[in-house]
């Protein structure tokens, strides 16, 4: 059974830097996309950033040019670079495949960016 844990959040002010970590049981990254996504309070969850197996990757407008998304396939472990953060980047964000699975959801990890 594959299971995602996502770490490396906290309280961080305006304009600091930040890197979440995601490890996976199992071989799921050798063979999927993944993604990061995120869920401020009272929103959707929504997508953030996405990285091929083969390493191209794709990010929402909000937070190109501010975040890279890497990952290292030996590891089991997909990662999240957040710098010049802003305070509506405030969310719990959680790592998944692309298209995301039901099943794969973990706990996520809070970001709070304070002003």
């Known amino acids: 059974q594959v299971q995602l844990v996502e770490s490396g959040g906290g309280l961080v002010q305006a304009g600091g830097s930040r890197r979440l970590s995601c490890a996976a049981s199992?071989?799921?990254?050798?063979?999927?996309?993944m993604g990061w996504y995120r869920q401020a309070p009272g929103k959707q969850r929504e997508l953030v950033a996405t990285?091929?197996?083969?390493?191209?990757?794709n990010y929402a407008d909000s937070v190109k040019g501010r975040f890279t998304i890497s990952r290292d396939n030996a590891k089991n472990t997909v990662y999240l670079q957040m710098n010049s953060l802003k305070p509506e980047d405030t969310a719990v964000y959680y790592c998944?495949?692309?298209?995301?699975?039901?099943?794969?959801w973990g706990r996520g990890t809070q970001v709070t960016v304070s002003s």
């Open positions: 998944n495949t692309l298209p995301p699975a039901h099943d794969y």
């Open positions: 199992g071989r799921i990254f050798s063979i999927n996309a």
């Open positions: 990285i091929a197996s083969s390493g191209s990757t």
